[in-house]
């Protein structure tokens, strides 16, 4: 839907927050339990644990920092010699059904934060430094947005890796459909890499 002189400028975040969610969860769409849960890079990153993590990120950028705490575990910040990427990767034990369903779990709370405050609402987010620690809704909400628009840019590229399905979201993939030639422009874009490494005298 496209902005409108009605919309305020908190619904437009939020819109374009929720496009975002969105897209993440298609991208699970049609994976098998391992392709969604597999390390597709050096450092372990995989799809259903990117939704874990945003579902977190949300949990206490929107709640802690605003004095609405998320009622389920999350991130166990206090435990000793916790592993720094538990967030980051779902457990056998975890379902897809589980990561997935806490995920929506935490926008219904997170959209009681947005219905009770305004861009102005002040809070604090308790793990930043004291001195930028104090933030509006507004600040959050732009900085909750660019993270989850980084983390979607990831699972389109660890998807496309894993079985070439590809698209922007579901009802805008921003894909041609007639017919694109992909495999000729790969060559042209490859064939210009070498020509540049050979120019560059890298060849």
Same mark, same amino acid.
């Given at each position: 839907m496209p902005d409108t002189p009605t919309e305020t400028p908190l619904d437009t975040l939020v819109r374009y927050l929720q496009t975002l969610r969105d897209a993440v969860l298609w991208k699970l769409d049609g994976l098998s339990e391992y392709d969604a849960r597999r390390p597709l890079t050096p450092t372990g990153t995989n799809i259903l644990g990117l939704v874990k993590h945003l579902a977190w990120v949300e949990a206490g950028y929107f709640g802690?920092?605003? !004095? +609405?705490?998320? *009622?389920? *575990?999350?991130?166990?910040?206090?435990?000793? !010699?916790?592993?720094?990427?538990?967030?980051?990767?779902?457990?056998?034990?975890?379902? +897809?059904?589980?990561?997935?369903? #806490?995920? =929506? =779990?935490?926008?219904?709370h997170v959209g009681e934060t947005f219905a009770a405050g305004s861009l102005d609402t002040v809070g604090r987010v308790p793990w930043w430094p004291e001195e930028r620690g104090t933030v509006t809704l507004h600040q959050v909400l732009v900085h909750v947005c660019v993270e989850t628009a980084r983390h979607?840019? #990831?699972?389109?590229?660890? =998807?496309? +890796?894993?079985d070439g399905a590809v698209g922007m979201r579901q009802d805008a993939t921003n894909l041609p459909d007639d017919g694109y030639d992909w495999p000729a422009h790969v060559a042209r874009v490859e064939a210009a890499a070498v020509a540049a490494a050979e120019a560059a005298g890298e060849r």
């Open positions: 802690a920092t605003f !004095g +609405r705490p998320f *009622p389920e *575990p999350t991130y166990p910040e206090d435990e000793e !010699g916790m592993d720094h990427n538990v967030d980051m990767w779902a457990t056998a034990e975890e379902s +897809r059904e589980d990561v997935v369903g #806490q995920y =929506r =779990r935490v926008w219904a979607a840019g #990831q699972v389109d590229i660890l =998807r496309e +890796r894993l």
